[in-house]
């Protein structure tokens, strides 16, 4: 409130809070006269409350995205299961202290018979999912753009080979309509990140949405992308961070690994690195992995190639499937190693714990 009030002013505003339905108290601390709202008020907008007369600032201590901050931290799993490849399928659990995922594979599905061999591959180096892009966003319209609906049948094709489910990426509802019975994970990537529309019809279908951070956004930006998919009922919402623009030109982004420890800090959501796009060149991608999975991600989305320097998208970033095999055992010794160093901290403050009662008769 303004820091000289009248009483009139005061009680028109509790009224215009009580005309909102919303439970109020006023409370004066150091010359400052300060209103405190009891109701939640997280899905009113802000403007509701600055516009009353006598408001002089809005100050909101609860999150305004309830359902990515509800309920403990880093708790849910987002379970995803292979379906329809003929051999029973496999379920792989993302989040909450599974083992690390690791979804790869190439940047576009340029071939059956490319498809095909990167799956298996990618598969034998550890990687617990398969990527490919049917649909590419390019930032040149002349580039090549996928192979679209022909692909989505080979990513189907892989999935029978191998078992593992696909992640592939959609940048319209009409996309989305082709892809549901090709791919197990929607992928919304950072262009469509503010495609409201989008997010809304991925959340509908109640399909896991691997959802990438924008090149520009806020973590705030980002969280709120993200509740407009569980604001629909699906609570499967894996969130990724795939560096974002800053001033440094030498990198194809910046890999934004405090934003990992703080959503994993503040979200109960599974999180996800790409260091292939982060970074945009393969000989960091290793790093940037070890890097992220010690930072917290619940895992990572690789691009690979059988020849990397011949892919038809994203050529510089590409590793191969032995180098992929060297990521997924780091991450597994990085996880093990964060999991004992845990263990011994816990079982060290257990020991203190005891002596110190020992020592309260
Ligand atoms: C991708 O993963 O293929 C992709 C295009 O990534 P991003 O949306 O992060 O640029
Ligand atoms: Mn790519």
Known sequence: LQATITTDCERRMLKALDRLGVKAQLVSSTGNNIVVVQSDVSTMPTHMFSQIDGVAKVVRLAPTCPLVTDGELSTVTVQIGSTDNGRGGT?????????????????????????????EAVKESGATMLRGGAFKPRTSPYEFAGLGKEALAYLSEAKKLTGLPVVSEIMSVRQLELSIEHIDVLQIGARNMYNYELLKEAGLTGKPVLLKRSMSATVDEFLHAAEYILVTGNENVILCERGIRTFEPRLRNTLDLSCVALLKATTNLPVLVDPSHATGRRDLVRSMSRAAIAAGADGLLIEVHMEPEKSISDAEQAITPRELALIVDDSRAISEALNLVIETATARAGGLGSKLMSACP
């Open 91 to 119: 379920t792989v659990s993302i989040g909450n202290g599974e083992p690390r995922a690791v979804i790869a594979g190439p940047c576009s599905v340029e071939s059956l018979e490319q498809f095909l061999n990167i799956a």
